[in-house]
């Protein structure tokens, strides 16, 4: 059981809204790319927050209007855009859970060949962006009492990929910052946890 079920927050911020369908088999299966609103894990996250006790839920999305849940807050949130991460401060000031699930795959930066475009996308957003929303939300959540700041990093923040190189080494980059988030977060009473997800859909490595 996670821990935030017994703190029983009041505010969170996960980022990246999606959700997860039940196959015939009954087990969870993430759901096919080109379904924006019904896809990853961002929504999970949400709806476990929400089934175990949170009073409020932000999802910070990059669509607002195409939220499918009624309980929870959409916020506009781009994490490469500061202004939008600025935005995102100054209206969930109550959270005291902050989710960092944004991510994108960069497939198209192959290891021997094509442009780094891809690649370079993956460090704003996977990299970058998780530090910018970190280092943001980091004062509210020492205001609020410490609690916790969760990243979503990767089996592949540890080990080099052949065919997603730009992906895993934008992982990686993000498992150091996470890592010194960690150190440095712990004095002003912020748990930092990652959990370290293996391949468990489809439609991240295909962008
Ligand atoms: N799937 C896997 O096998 C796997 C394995 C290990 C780790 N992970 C990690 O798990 C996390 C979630 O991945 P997922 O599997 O749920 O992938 P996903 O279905 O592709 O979802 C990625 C989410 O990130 C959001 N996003 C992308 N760029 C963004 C940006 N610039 N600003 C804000 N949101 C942005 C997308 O929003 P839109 O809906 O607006 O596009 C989408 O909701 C990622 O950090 C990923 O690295 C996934």
Redesign the pocket.
């Known amino acids: 059981m996670p821990w935030w079920v017994a703190r029983l927050p009041p505010a969170c911020l996960t ?4 959700q997860q369908r039940k196959s015939n088999d009954g087990h969870q299966r ?2 096919r ?1 080109g379904h ?2 019904n ?6 996250f949400a709806r476990a927050l929400i089934e175990h006790g949170a009073a409020k839920v932000y999802a ?4 607002p209007a ?1 939220t499918p849940d009624r309980n929870v807050t959409p916020l506009r ?5 500061p202004d ?1 991460i600025a935005e995102a401060t100054a209206v969930a000031r109550d959270v005291t859970i902050v989710i ?6 960069s497939t198209g930066t192959g290891l021997l060949n094509g442009t780094f475009d891809a690649a370079r996308q993956a460090m ?3 990299h970058f ?2 530090w910018a929303v970190s280092r943001a939300f980091a004062p509210i959540l020492a205001r609020n009492g410490g609690d916790a700041l969760v ?6 923040s540890w080990v080099g990929q052949p065919s997603f190189p730009g ?1 895993a080494a934008a ?1 990686a980059a ?1 498992w150091s910052q996470t890592d010194a988030l960690r150190q440095d977060l712990r004095e002003q009473g912020t748990l930092l946890t990652a ?13």
């Open positions: 980022t990246a809204r999606s993430i759901s790319p924006r609103a896809r990853g894990t961002g929504r999970a910070g999305v990059r669509d195409a949130l781009d994490v490469t855009r939008e960092n699930n944004a991510g994108i795959g704003e957003v996977n962006g998780t990243n979503t990093l990767s089996l592949a992906y992982k993000q959990p370290l997800p293996g391949r468990g859909g489809v439609s991240l490595l295909r962008g």
